[in-house]
């Protein structure tokens, strides 16, 4: 076993961008709804490629839980004049999860990493996943092979070319579809891969492009934000 500094290399980088409602804004105006998926238009320039997977942040003025979703980058036409991507989500109904988290009080924030995980279950069974995010005392898991089982005791590694980093044993708290959330009872100090991860989550979010939603903005007044059309590959015309 490596230490948690050594750790550092498993991990990747992680493509985040940030959006910041207030509270006078009409949220579901700036989202389309495309049957099992969703857009939004996020209005400033991003350097992802089109096609490329992100993790957006979306905070609402006044809450202490922000939405964190995993959305495909889809940039607008080269003739476009209006600066921004298209953002498609596989998840419908974004506004009433944001509203949803807004109304939560969570102790400890959740914070997007990308991590090769190695889980040993607690009859032995061993499967590699995807840590998609961690907060001081917990994670989710995503990409899992097969379902865990809420109330089981995981034994969690970081995987990496170096090596591997023992984040130790967790709680499942929580399954939905291949993803699953992580209590650890030894949070933080006494879990030092764990503050390791949290600590480069955090360097990570800090240096995010973000963007704060206008005072004109016309969803104020009932009305769509200005966007451009629709991508066809998102069925738009």
């Known amino acids: 076993m ?15 961008v940030r959006y910041r ?7 579901p105006l700036h989202f389309h709804d495309l049957g099992e998926r969703s857009a939004f238009f996020f209005p400033a320039e991003l350097p992802h490629r089109d ?10 003025e006044g809450s202490e839980v922000p939405c964190l979703a995993r959305g495909r980058v889809r940039a607008p036409p080269s003739n476009s004049t209006v600066v921004g991507s298209w ?34 279950c607690a009859d032995g069974a061993k499967l590699v996943c995807r840590i998609a995010d961690v907060s001081a005392d917990g994670l989710r898991l995503s990409g899992l092979p097969f379902f865990l ?27 939905r579809g291949q993803e699953s959330g992580i209590y650890f009872e030894q949070g933080g100090s006494g879990n030092q891969s764990l503050v390791m991860l ?34 066809g590959a998102m069925g738009g015309h």
């Open 87 to 120: 953002l498609e989500f596989p998840t419908p109904d974004l506004p009433a999860i944001i509203r949803n988290l807004a109304q939560i009080r969570r102790e400890h924030e959740r914070l997007p990493i990308d991590v090769t995980a190695s889980v040993r």
């Open 21 to 27: 409602f207030d509270a006078l804004a009409n949220i």
């Open 149 to 175: 089982n809420v109330g089981e005791d995981v034994s969690i590694e970081m995987v990496g070319e170096r090596g591997h980093s023992n984040l130790g044993k967790g709680l499942v708290v929580w399954v």
């Open 198 to 231: 949290v600590e480069q989550a955090v360097a990570v979010r800090s240096s995010a492009i973000e963007f704060a939603h206008p005072d004109s903005c016309s969803c104020r007044h009932g009305q769509r934000p200005f966007e451009p059309p629709l991508p």
């Open 51 to 60: 096609g490329q997977w992100i993790f957006v942040e979306f905070a609402v």
């Open 2 to 16: 490596m230490d948690s500094r050594e750790a550092k290399a498993t991990l990747v980088p992680v493509a985040l």
